[in-house]
Protein backbone atom coordinates (compact mmCIF):
# COMPACT_ATOMS: atom_id res chain seq x y z
CA UNK A 1 0.00 0.00 0.00
CA UNK A 2 1.15 3.35 -0.91
CA UNK A 3 2.09 5.87 2.40
CA UNK A 4 3.25 9.19 1.63
CA UNK A 5 6.47 9.93 3.17
CA UNK A 6 4.68 11.74 6.10
CA UNK A 7 2.32 9.26 6.81
CA UNK A 8 4.86 6.27 6.82
CA UNK A 9 6.63 8.75 9.70
CA UNK A 10 3.32 8.75 11.76
CA UNK A 11 3.32 5.14 11.35
CA UNK A 12 6.63 4.73 12.89
CA UNK A 13 5.54 6.82 15.82
CA UNK A 14 7.60 9.90 14.93
CA UNK A 15 4.47 12.03 15.79
CA UNK A 16 3.41 10.30 19.37
CA UNK A 17 1.88 7.51 20.49
CA UNK A 18 -1.99 9.12 19.52
CA UNK A 19 -1.40 9.48 15.69
CA UNK A 20 0.40 6.24 15.49
CA UNK A 21 -2.19 4.58 16.91
CA UNK A 22 -4.90 6.11 14.24
CA UNK A 23 -2.56 5.72 11.54
CA UNK A 24 -2.58 1.88 12.18
CA UNK A 25 -6.31 2.02 12.48
CA UNK A 26 -6.52 3.39 8.71
CA UNK A 27 -3.79 1.10 7.63
CA UNK A 28 -5.37 -1.88 8.80
CA UNK A 29 -9.00 -0.64 7.47
CA UNK A 30 -7.10 0.29 4.22
CA UNK A 31 -5.40 -3.17 3.96
CA UNK A 32 -9.13 -5.24 4.53
CA UNK A 33 -10.86 -3.15 2.29
CA UNK A 34 -7.89 -3.25 -0.33
CA UNK A 35 -7.47 0.53 -0.59
CA UNK A 36 -4.38 1.37 -2.64
CA UNK A 37 -3.57 4.51 -0.86
CA UNK A 38 -5.14 6.98 2.05
CA UNK A 39 -6.97 9.74 0.47
CA UNK A 40 -7.95 13.24 2.23
CA UNK A 41 -11.30 13.89 3.63
CA UNK A 42 -12.85 17.25 3.73
CA UNK A 43 -15.12 16.38 7.07
CA UNK A 44 -15.68 14.06 9.68
CA UNK A 45 -18.38 12.92 11.26
CA UNK A 46 -18.24 10.32 14.66
CA UNK A 47 -20.71 8.25 15.89
CA UNK A 48 -20.33 6.65 19.89
CA UNK A 49 -20.79 10.35 21.54
CA UNK A 50 -23.49 9.12 23.47
CA UNK A 51 -22.81 7.68 27.33
CA UNK A 52 -25.85 5.51 26.92
CA UNK A 53 -23.81 3.85 23.76
CA UNK A 54 -20.26 3.92 24.37
CA UNK A 55 -20.28 3.56 28.11
CA UNK A 56 -17.19 3.38 30.42
CA UNK A 57 -15.21 1.10 28.26
CA UNK A 58 -15.48 3.60 25.61
CA UNK A 59 -14.05 6.73 27.66
CA UNK A 60 -11.33 5.33 28.98
CA UNK A 61 -9.95 4.84 25.64
CA UNK A 62 -10.94 8.20 24.40
CA UNK A 63 -9.32 9.84 27.61
CA UNK A 64 -5.82 7.88 26.67
CA UNK A 65 -5.85 9.77 23.83
CA UNK A 66 -3.40 13.20 22.57
CA UNK A 67 -3.98 14.53 19.63
CA UNK A 68 -5.78 17.05 17.55
CA UNK A 69 -7.94 16.51 15.10
CA UNK A 70 -6.72 18.02 11.43
CA UNK A 71 -9.94 18.20 9.58
CA UNK A 72 -13.27 20.02 10.28
CA UNK A 73 -15.24 17.13 12.45
CA UNK A 74 -17.78 17.00 14.76
CA UNK A 75 -19.91 14.21 16.57
CA UNK A 76 -22.63 12.20 16.18
CA UNK A 77 -25.86 13.15 19.02
CA UNK A 78 -25.02 12.38 22.43
CA UNK A 79 -27.37 11.13 25.15
CA UNK A 80 -28.58 14.66 26.00
CA UNK A 81 -28.91 18.27 25.13
CA UNK A 82 -25.90 19.52 26.34
CA UNK A 83 -28.13 22.59 28.14
CA UNK A 84 -31.04 21.70 28.97
CA UNK A 85 -30.40 18.52 30.68
CA UNK A 86 -32.62 18.93 33.71
CA UNK A 87 -35.36 19.61 31.56
CA UNK A 88 -35.36 16.28 29.26
CA UNK A 89 -35.25 14.74 33.01
CA UNK A 90 -31.84 13.17 32.58
CA UNK A 91 -30.25 12.11 35.89
CA UNK A 92 -26.91 14.05 37.14
CA UNK A 93 -24.90 11.02 37.26
CA UNK A 94 -25.74 10.11 33.21
CA UNK A 95 -24.85 14.53 32.88
CA UNK A 96 -21.96 14.21 34.57
CA UNK A 97 -20.43 10.83 32.68
CA UNK A 98 -22.02 12.07 29.44
CA UNK A 99 -19.95 15.26 29.83
CA UNK A 100 -16.86 13.25 30.26
CA UNK A 101 -17.55 11.86 26.86
CA UNK A 102 -18.29 15.37 25.51
CA UNK A 103 -14.79 16.62 27.19
CA UNK A 104 -12.76 14.00 26.04
CA UNK A 105 -13.53 14.65 22.35
CA UNK A 106 -13.20 18.10 23.06
CA UNK A 107 -9.74 17.77 24.04
CA UNK A 108 -9.11 15.75 20.13
CA UNK A 109 -10.15 18.95 18.34
CA UNK A 110 -13.46 17.86 17.83
CA UNK A 111 -16.45 20.69 17.05
CA UNK A 112 -18.74 20.53 19.43
CA UNK A 113 -21.89 20.01 17.45
CA UNK A 114 -23.19 16.89 17.85
CA UNK A 115 -25.88 16.23 15.16
CA UNK A 116 -26.60 13.12 12.47
CA UNK A 117 -27.62 15.85 9.83
CA UNK A 118 -23.91 17.27 9.63
CA UNK A 119 -24.78 18.57 6.12
CA UNK A 120 -27.09 20.97 7.32
CA UNK A 121 -23.84 22.70 9.08
CA UNK A 122 -22.08 23.00 5.77
CA UNK A 123 -23.28 21.02 2.74
CA UNK A 124 -20.72 18.96 1.09
CA UNK A 125 -19.38 18.95 -2.69
CA UNK A 126 -20.42 16.73 -5.23
CA UNK A 127 -17.39 13.82 -5.01
CA UNK A 128 -16.17 15.35 -1.66
CA UNK A 129 -14.56 12.72 0.46
CA UNK A 130 -15.57 12.52 3.97
CA UNK A 131 -15.47 10.27 6.53
CA UNK A 132 -19.19 9.91 8.53
CA UNK A 133 -20.01 7.28 10.44
CA UNK A 134 -23.97 8.18 11.85
CA UNK A 135 -25.61 5.56 8.96
CA UNK A 136 -28.17 7.89 8.28
CA UNK A 137 -25.49 10.63 7.20
CA UNK A 138 -23.82 8.34 5.23
CA UNK A 139 -27.08 7.39 3.24
CA UNK A 140 -27.54 11.16 2.45
CA UNK A 141 -24.06 12.32 1.75
CA UNK A 142 -24.02 9.58 -0.83
CA UNK A 143 -27.29 9.11 -2.03
CA UNK A 144 -28.51 12.88 -1.87
CA UNK A 145 -25.45 14.47 -2.06
CA UNK A 146 -23.38 12.65 -4.07
CA UNK A 147 -20.23 13.08 -1.83
CA UNK A 148 -18.36 10.03 -0.97
CA UNK A 149 -17.50 7.87 2.37
CA UNK A 150 -18.10 4.68 3.63
CA UNK A 151 -20.14 3.99 6.84
CA UNK A 152 -17.02 4.48 8.95
CA UNK A 153 -16.97 2.97 12.34
CA UNK A 154 -16.76 5.59 15.41
CA UNK A 155 -12.46 4.66 15.88
CA UNK A 156 -11.89 4.92 12.08
CA UNK A 157 -14.20 8.03 11.97
CA UNK A 158 -12.12 9.70 14.83
CA UNK A 159 -8.90 8.69 13.52
CA UNK A 160 -9.85 10.00 10.36
CA UNK A 161 -10.39 12.95 12.19
CA UNK A 162 -7.05 13.30 13.31
CA UNK A 163 -4.55 11.95 10.87
CA UNK A 164 -7.46 14.05 8.28
CA UNK A 165 -7.38 10.69 5.57
CA UNK A 166 -9.46 7.54 5.04
CA UNK A 167 -8.68 4.77 2.92
CA UNK A 168 -9.31 5.17 -0.67
CA UNK A 169 -11.51 2.36 -1.04
CA UNK A 170 -15.61 0.58 -1.14
CA UNK A 171 -17.16 3.97 -2.53
CA UNK A 172 -15.48 6.43 -2.79
CA UNK A 173 -14.28 4.57 -6.17
CA UNK A 174 -16.60 5.51 -8.92
CA UNK A 175 -16.44 1.84 -10.14
CA UNK A 176 -18.46 0.83 -6.77
CA UNK A 177 -21.53 3.09 -6.86
CA UNK A 178 -23.66 1.36 -9.83
CA UNK A 179 -26.75 -0.51 -8.46
CA UNK A 180 -26.98 -4.14 -8.10
CA UNK A 181 -30.41 -3.95 -7.63
CA UNK A 182 -33.40 -2.67 -9.21
CA UNK A 183 -36.18 -1.19 -6.71
CA UNK A 184 -39.57 -0.96 -8.51
CA UNK A 185 -42.14 0.81 -6.91
CA UNK A 186 -45.36 0.59 -7.95
CA UNK A 187 -48.98 1.76 -7.26
CA UNK A 188 -47.75 5.04 -5.78
CA UNK A 189 -50.42 7.56 -3.88
CA UNK A 190 -50.20 10.52 -5.81
CA UNK A 191 -49.84 12.14 -2.56
CA UNK A 192 -46.53 11.22 -1.05
CA UNK A 193 -45.43 14.53 0.40
CA UNK A 194 -45.20 13.41 3.93
CA UNK A 195 -41.44 12.65 4.77
CA UNK A 196 -43.19 9.78 6.67
CA UNK A 197 -44.51 7.80 3.99
CA UNK A 198 -40.46 7.71 2.65
CA UNK A 199 -39.53 6.74 5.90
CA UNK A 200 -42.11 3.94 5.66
CA UNK A 201 -40.76 2.96 2.43
CA UNK A 202 -37.44 2.88 3.37
CA UNK A 203 -38.36 0.56 6.66
CA UNK A 204 -39.39 -1.80 3.81
CA UNK A 205 -37.00 -1.08 1.31
CA UNK A 206 -33.64 -1.44 3.35
CA UNK A 207 -34.51 -4.77 4.70
CA UNK A 208 -34.95 -5.77 0.75
CA UNK A 209 -31.69 -4.25 -0.16
CA UNK A 210 -29.18 -5.15 3.14
CA UNK A 211 -26.17 -4.01 2.09
CA UNK A 212 -26.80 -3.71 -1.69
CA UNK A 213 -27.04 -0.56 -3.18
CA UNK A 214 -30.27 -0.23 -5.04
CA UNK A 215 -31.74 1.84 -7.77
CA UNK A 216 -35.38 3.54 -7.35
CA UNK A 217 -37.56 3.28 -10.36
CA UNK A 218 -41.25 3.59 -10.90
CA UNK A 219 -42.51 6.74 -9.40
CA UNK A 220 -41.60 10.39 -10.48
CA UNK A 221 -40.69 12.85 -7.76
CA UNK A 222 -39.69 15.75 -9.95
CA UNK A 223 -42.77 17.09 -10.31
CA UNK A 224 -43.12 17.32 -6.75
CA UNK A 225 -40.29 19.80 -6.44
CA UNK A 226 -42.38 22.96 -6.15
CA UNK A 227 -44.83 21.87 -3.21
CA UNK A 228 -42.59 19.23 -0.82
CA UNK A 229 -39.53 18.54 0.72
CA UNK A 230 -38.05 16.46 -1.35
CA UNK A 231 -34.60 16.57 -0.12
CA UNK A 232 -36.14 15.70 3.57
CA UNK A 233 -38.01 12.86 1.63
CA UNK A 234 -34.95 11.59 0.44
CA UNK A 235 -33.42 11.64 3.92
CA UNK A 236 -35.86 10.18 5.61
CA UNK A 237 -36.07 7.12 3.10
CA UNK A 238 -32.25 6.75 3.59
CA UNK A 239 -32.14 7.14 7.16
CA UNK A 240 -34.82 3.84 7.38
CA UNK A 241 -33.00 1.84 4.84
CA UNK A 242 -30.09 2.35 6.77
CA UNK A 243 -31.81 0.97 9.51
CA UNK A 244 -33.38 -1.77 8.51
CA UNK A 245 -31.15 -2.74 5.61
CA UNK A 246 -27.15 -1.80 5.47
CA UNK A 247 -27.63 1.00 3.03
CA UNK A 248 -24.85 3.38 2.50
CA UNK A 249 -26.07 4.78 -0.91
CA UNK A 250 -29.08 4.58 -3.01
CA UNK A 251 -29.94 5.91 -6.35
CA UNK A 252 -33.66 7.22 -7.41
CA UNK A 253 -33.58 7.68 -11.29
CA UNK A 254 -33.58 10.67 -12.22
CA UNK A 255 -33.62 12.49 -8.57
CA UNK A 256 -30.33 11.64 -7.51
CA UNK A 257 -27.34 13.52 -8.38
CA UNK A 258 -25.41 9.96 -10.30
CA UNK A 259 -28.18 8.97 -11.93
CA UNK A 260 -27.84 12.37 -13.78
CA UNK A 261 -24.15 12.08 -14.15
CA UNK A 262 -23.52 8.34 -15.16
CA UNK A 263 -25.84 5.75 -17.06
CA UNK A 264 -27.49 3.72 -14.90
CA UNK A 265 -28.77 0.45 -16.52
CA UNK A 266 -31.33 -1.03 -14.49
CA UNK A 267 -31.64 -4.01 -17.25
CA UNK A 268 -30.28 -7.21 -15.92
CA UNK A 269 -30.50 -6.14 -12.28
CA UNK A 270 -32.40 -8.35 -10.08
CA UNK A 271 -35.73 -6.60 -9.63
CA UNK A 272 -37.15 -6.28 -6.14
CA UNK A 273 -41.12 -5.26 -6.46
CA UNK A 274 -42.57 -2.72 -3.67
CA UNK A 275 -46.18 -2.11 -3.57
CA UNK A 276 -46.85 1.67 -2.78
CA UNK A 277 -50.17 1.50 -1.87
CA UNK A 278 -49.28 -0.37 0.89
CA UNK A 279 -46.82 1.27 2.55
CA UNK A 280 -48.98 3.27 4.46
CA UNK A 281 -50.58 0.11 6.52
CA UNK A 282 -47.64 0.80 8.81
CA UNK A 283 -48.89 3.69 10.17
CA UNK A 284 -51.01 3.28 13.22
CA UNK A 285 -53.09 5.44 14.92
CA UNK A 286 -52.67 3.45 18.47
CA UNK A 287 -52.60 6.45 21.07
CA UNK A 288 -49.04 6.81 22.49
CA UNK A 289 -47.26 8.31 25.85
CA UNK A 290 -44.45 10.54 24.06
CA UNK A 291 -44.73 11.73 20.29
CA UNK A 292 -40.64 11.84 19.04
CA UNK A 293 -39.60 13.79 15.68
CA UNK A 294 -36.78 15.23 14.41
CA UNK A 295 -34.91 11.31 13.25
CA UNK A 296 -33.04 12.86 11.61
CA UNK A 297 -32.46 15.84 13.33
CA UNK A 298 -34.56 18.39 11.31
CA UNK A 299 -34.21 20.49 8.54
CA UNK A 300 -35.68 24.53 8.29
CA UNK A 301 -38.33 23.19 6.01
CA UNK A 302 -39.07 20.78 8.52
CA UNK A 303 -39.26 23.14 11.78
CA UNK A 304 -41.16 25.54 9.57
CA UNK A 305 -43.61 22.60 8.90
CA UNK A 306 -44.16 21.43 12.52
CA UNK A 307 -44.66 25.57 12.79
CA UNK A 308 -47.88 25.17 10.77
CA UNK A 309 -49.12 21.85 11.97
CA UNK A 310 -48.97 23.68 15.81
CA UNK A 311 -50.32 26.66 15.22
CA UNK A 312 -53.22 27.84 17.76
CA UNK A 313 -52.57 23.97 19.27
CA UNK A 314 -51.17 22.97 22.81
CA UNK A 315 -49.66 19.57 23.46
CA UNK A 316 -51.04 17.57 25.87
CA UNK A 317 -48.39 14.61 26.30
CA UNK A 318 -44.57 15.44 25.86
CA UNK A 319 -44.00 16.20 22.57
CA UNK A 320 -40.19 15.92 21.35
CA UNK A 321 -38.28 16.98 18.52
CA UNK A 322 -34.88 16.97 17.73
CA UNK A 323 -32.37 19.26 15.76
CA UNK A 324 -28.54 20.82 15.63
CA UNK A 325 -27.94 22.99 17.99
CA UNK A 326 -26.83 25.85 14.99
CA UNK A 327 -29.79 24.64 12.82
CA UNK A 328 -31.67 25.48 16.36
CA UNK A 329 -30.17 29.21 16.45
CA UNK A 330 -30.59 30.10 12.79
CA UNK A 331 -34.86 28.86 13.50
CA UNK A 332 -34.39 30.81 16.78
CA UNK A 333 -38.08 32.50 16.20
CA UNK A 334 -39.64 29.35 14.60
CA UNK A 335 -38.31 27.32 17.46
CA UNK A 336 -40.18 30.04 20.10
CA UNK A 337 -43.21 29.41 18.56
CA UNK A 338 -43.11 25.36 18.64
CA UNK A 339 -42.42 25.75 22.13
CA UNK A 340 -45.07 28.24 22.95
CA UNK A 341 -47.56 24.99 22.48
CA UNK A 342 -45.88 23.08 25.19
CA UNK A 343 -43.05 21.22 22.58
CA UNK A 344 -39.70 20.93 23.52
CA UNK A 345 -37.00 21.18 20.41
CA UNK A 346 -34.02 19.76 21.84
CA UNK A 347 -30.22 19.80 20.39
CA UNK A 348 -27.45 17.88 20.20
CA UNK A 349 -29.52 14.26 21.23
CA UNK A 350 -32.49 12.20 19.56
CA UNK A 351 -34.84 10.06 20.80
CA UNK A 352 -32.61 6.29 20.12
CA UNK A 353 -29.10 7.62 22.13
CA UNK A 354 -30.77 9.77 24.84
CA UNK A 355 -32.42 7.47 28.03
CA UNK A 356 -34.79 10.39 28.01
CA UNK A 357 -37.31 8.60 26.52
CA UNK A 358 -37.11 5.03 28.10
CA UNK A 359 -39.67 5.21 30.72
CA UNK A 360 -42.46 5.84 28.06
CA UNK A 361 -45.05 3.00 27.06
CA UNK A 362 -45.38 3.73 23.46
CA UNK A 363 -43.61 6.49 21.61
CA UNK A 364 -45.18 8.08 18.09
CA UNK A 365 -42.68 8.57 15.51
CA UNK A 366 -42.90 9.49 11.80
CA UNK A 367 -39.18 8.35 11.11
CA UNK A 368 -39.00 4.61 9.67
CA UNK A 369 -35.50 4.63 11.18
CA UNK A 370 -37.14 5.95 14.13
CA UNK A 371 -39.55 3.34 14.44
CA UNK A 372 -36.75 0.49 13.79
CA UNK A 373 -34.55 1.49 16.57
CA UNK A 374 -36.85 2.70 19.25
CA UNK A 375 -38.00 -0.52 20.72
CA UNK A 376 -34.49 -1.95 21.41
CA UNK A 377 -32.62 1.05 22.32
CA UNK A 378 -35.63 2.57 25.05
CA UNK A 379 -37.33 -0.61 25.53
CA UNK A 380 -40.88 0.81 24.32
CA UNK A 381 -43.48 0.06 21.39
CA UNK A 382 -42.99 2.54 18.49
CA UNK A 383 -45.91 3.33 16.17
CA UNK A 384 -44.92 5.68 13.28
CA UNK A 385 -47.27 7.74 11.55
CA UNK A 386 -48.01 10.91 9.02
CA UNK A 387 -46.20 14.21 10.48
CA UNK A 388 -49.85 15.73 10.83
CA UNK A 389 -51.07 12.75 12.68
CA UNK A 390 -48.15 12.71 15.32
CA UNK A 391 -48.84 16.43 15.71
CA UNK A 392 -52.82 15.26 16.10
CA UNK A 393 -52.05 12.40 19.01
CA UNK A 394 -49.65 15.10 20.88
CA UNK A 395 -52.19 17.84 20.97
CA UNK A 396 -55.45 15.77 21.47
CA UNK A 397 -56.97 15.60 24.69
CA UNK A 398 -57.21 12.49 27.03
FE1 LIG B 1 -30.22 10.78 14.17
FE2 LIG B 1 -30.89 9.58 16.34
FE3 LIG B 1 -32.29 9.18 14.18
S1 LIG B 1 -28.85 9.84 15.61
S2 LIG B 1 -30.82 9.41 12.55
S3 LIG B 1 -32.10 11.11 15.26
S4 LIG B 1 -31.71 7.63 15.65
Known amino acids: MLLDKTDRAILDGEEGETRQEMMEILVTLAKISDAKELTPVKSVQISGASYKTIGEWGLDWLSGLDAKATVPAVLNPVGMDRERWKEMGINREFAENQNRVIKAYERLGIQMECTCAPYYLKMPGY???LAWSESSAVCYANSVIGARTNREGGPSALAAAIIGKTPLSGLHETENRFPVLNIEVDNVPEEIKDTSWFGALGYIAGKAAGNKIPIFTGFELKGQRQS???????????????????TALYHMQDVTPETKMFKMETEGLKTVNIDGSE???LFSDTAPDAVALGC??????????????????TVQ????????????????????????????????TCMVVSPALDKFGTI??????AYSYVPNMCGAKAVISTTKNCIDAACSKR
Open 364 to 369: MVNSGK
Open 127 to 129: ANN
Open 296 to 313: PHCSTGEIEMLVSLLEGK
Open 228 to 246: CLIDEQLKSLGAAMAATGA
Open 317 to 348: IPLFIFAGRTLISRNADAVRRIEATGARVFAD
Open 279 to 281: VAT
